[in-house]
């Protein structure tokens, strides 16, 4: 079994990548691996850097070797993943990295970096690298991942070779479920539809009945916006469903990392005051799991509507009698309802409203107030001539409409 099985539908990225392995002077010391939310951009890293420490001659990326299995498990000593669950990589983790990079391998033939969210580099952050970058080492390699070549400063871009992954189709993900997970095929097709190929999430809704319940709550949203009370509602729960989720991991995080905190600075966990050092440690520690709290429940926040925005997509597709296939196939009638109750103009709109509202997130807006707006403009329109507003006063503008 070869590593780059895992790279469910990128036949030509394994060709790329095989081609570069076996043929004198196609390697580049520097890549950019991009794609859409699913595709797999930090597996075809992690893939990649296994091949290229693979030992077995002949065969490079065998998944069976100690080299291969190492890189996969995420102990080898020769490659760092840089994973950040922050909002940003800051400019002291660029530098250590820049200098990690001049360090000869320690047992493999390669030392690999790979960054798997790259675009979240601040520009200090990218500046730091650029050295690097452009004059690295003979046997240091790095991988960095972004969802498009977009999302890092031109000065990046030009120093990588570009790799681009493509959204896989679902039968392929559902066939990755039912072969890797053993998932139910029925369940691994629902899943890689609901997911609309996301590996990972595909495989969270298979597994996960949590997941399932969450997801049939978020897309019955749209035909409960009658008001601006349900809207106003609808907001507060999705923002408290995901902060609730983020307190849980930031808590469960926050007392492990606090005892190997204390315990690598020698200090007694069960001291009533800790020294001011050790304090002033414990304060940094703090802020951090914060940060994460706060990526993590817009990390969530997103992937609902990601759901919220399908079942609007489905619902345009009805309205304008597209033959395309439905990402929500459980309750065809709610389609058909919520296509009736907007039409085509304003199904376009609600889905420019949800990406609006995804913007304002990644600008750091206030989650709640991103979302009442959001909500607000998805009400249902009031039936013709009933001459009142959905909220049953005034009339609400139509979905997407800015003031």
């Known amino acids: 079994m070869s590593v780059f099985d895992q790279l469910v ?4 990225v394994v060709a790329t990548l095989r081609h570069t392995l076996t043929t004198p002077g196609a390697m580049t010391h520097a890549w950019l691996i991009t794609g859409p939310p699913g595709s797999g951009r930090s597996i075809a890293a992690r893939a990649f850097a296994a091949a290229l420490q693979c030992q077995a001659p002949g065969d490079p990326g065998c998944g069976q070797c100690q080299a291969c299995r190492t890189v996969l498990a995420g102990s080898n000593a020769d490659v760092r993943v ?3 669950s922050e909002t940003f990589i800051k400019v002291d983790l660029a530098r250590e990295l820049a200098v990690e990079a001049q360090a000869r391998p320690v047992i493999g033939p390669w030392r690999v970096i790979i960054v798997e969210d790259a675009d979240r580099f601040t520009e200090q952050a990218a500046d730091a690298l650029l050295k690097a970058l452009e004059e690295p080492p003979p046997r240091t390699v790095w991988l960095l991942c972004a969802p498009s070549l977009e999302d890092l400063i031109v000065t990046i871009r030009s120093r990588c070779r570009h790799l681009r992954l ?3 189709s679902v039968t392929a993900v559902a066939q990755l479920l039912i072969d890797r997970d053993g998932v139910d095929p029925a369940m691994a097709h629902y899943a890689a539809r609901a997911a609309q190929s996301h590996i990972g999430i595909a495989k969270r809704l298979a597994t996960d009945e949590h997941a399932r319940v969450r997801r049939r709550e978020i897309t019955s949203i749209p035909l409960s916006l009658t008001n601006l009370g349900a809207a106003l509602r ?5 923002v408290a469903e995901a902060g609730e989720g983020a307190d849980a991991v930031s808590s469960d995080r926050a007392e492990t990392d606090r005892r190997e905190l204390l315990a690598q600075l020698g200090a007694d966990p069960q001291a009533r005051t800790q020294p001011p050092a050790v304090r002033a440690h414990l304060r940094d520690l703090e802020a951090t799991h914060k940060r994460q709290a706060r990526r993590q429940q817009h990390d969530s926040i997103d992937s609902a509507l990601t759901d919220l925005a399908s079942v609007y997509r489905d619902a345009l597709f009805v309205a304008t ?12 009638e709610q389609i058909e309802r919520l296509a009736r109750a907007h039409g085509a103009p304003g199904l376009l709109e609600a889905l420019e409203t949800i990406a609006l509202a995804r913007q304002r997130l990644i600008a750091n807006g206030a989650p709640l107030l991103v979302l009442e707006a959001m909500m607000i403009g998805l009400v249902l329109p009031s039936p013709a001539g009933s001459g009142a507003g959905p909220a049953g006063g005034a009339e609400q503008p139509r979905a997407g409409t800015r003031r």
């Open 9 to 12: 539908g990128q036949e030509r």
């Open 82 to 84: 840089v994973a950040t």
């Open 166 to 168: 493509g959204t896989p």
């Open 234 to 238: 609808a907001a507060q729960d999705l």
């Open 321 to 332: 009698d597209s033959r395309v296939e439905p990402v929500n196939t459980s309750d065809p």
